[in-house]
């Protein structure tokens, strides 16, 4: 059984419109073009280096999915419910904040990191 979280490079001060438009434009089948938001690409970084996505994979992987879905503003991940998940979401968490990400979780329908609090979940709402 696993959970999935999407990590945004969205502008912490966007509407929930707009979180709205990139999480349906993240999770279809046509992905965006262009160049690698360096917030993506360092947030990934820096979370591989703590839970590595790619062979040979560690049985005790928090990644339910490897490697992980990395597109030019976001990075997917499905997670497994274990004590080794949550220390992954702990960790993709802190590395949000500390690149200035917004975080979707589909379970809950909610955002962190809007107006750049990690603190407070909104709901996204329909």
Same mark, same amino acid.
């Given at each position: 059984?696993? *959970?999935?979280? #999407?990590?945004?490079?969205?502008?912490?001060?966007v509407s929930l419109d707009v979180v709205r438009d990139m999480v349906?434009?993240? $999770?279809?089948?046509?992905? @965006?073009?262009? =160049? #690698?938001? &360096? @917030?993506?690409?360092? *947030? +990934?970084e820096d979370l591989r280096e703590q839970f590595p996505d790619y062979?040979? +994979?560690? &049985? /005790?992987?928090?990644?339910? #999915?490897? &490697?992980?879905? !990395?597109?030019?503003?976001? !990075? %997917?991940?499905?997670? %497994?419910? %274990?004590p080794r998940g949550t220390e992954a979401v702990k960790t993709v968490? @802190?590395?949000? =904040? @500390?690149?200035?990400?917004?975080? +979707?979780?589909? /379970?809950?329908? =909610?955002? $962190?990191?809007?107006? /750049?609090?990690?603190? !407070? $979940?909104?709901?996204?709402?329909?």
């Amino acid at each position: 059984m696993s *959970f999935d979280l #999407l990590v945004l490079a969205a502008n912490p001060a966007v509407s929930l419109d707009v979180v709205r438009d990139m999480v349906d434009h993240c $999770t279809g089948l046509a992905h @965006r073009d262009g =160049e #690698l938001d &360096p @917030r993506i690409a360092a *947030f +990934y970084e820096d979370l591989r280096e703590q839970f590595p996505d790619y062979p040979p +994979y560690d &049985p /005790q992987s928090p990644w339910m #999915l490897a &490697p992980l879905a !990395v597109g030019i503003d976001h !990075v %997917s991940m499905a997670i %497994s419910h %274990s004590p080794r998940g949550t220390e992954a979401v702990k960790t993709v968490c @802190r590395l949000a =904040e @500390r690149h200035g990400l917004v975080i +979707y979780d589909p /379970q809950g329908h =909610e955002v $962190t990191g809007l107006h /750049q609090d990690y603190r !407070v $979940t909104v709901p996204l709402g329909d």
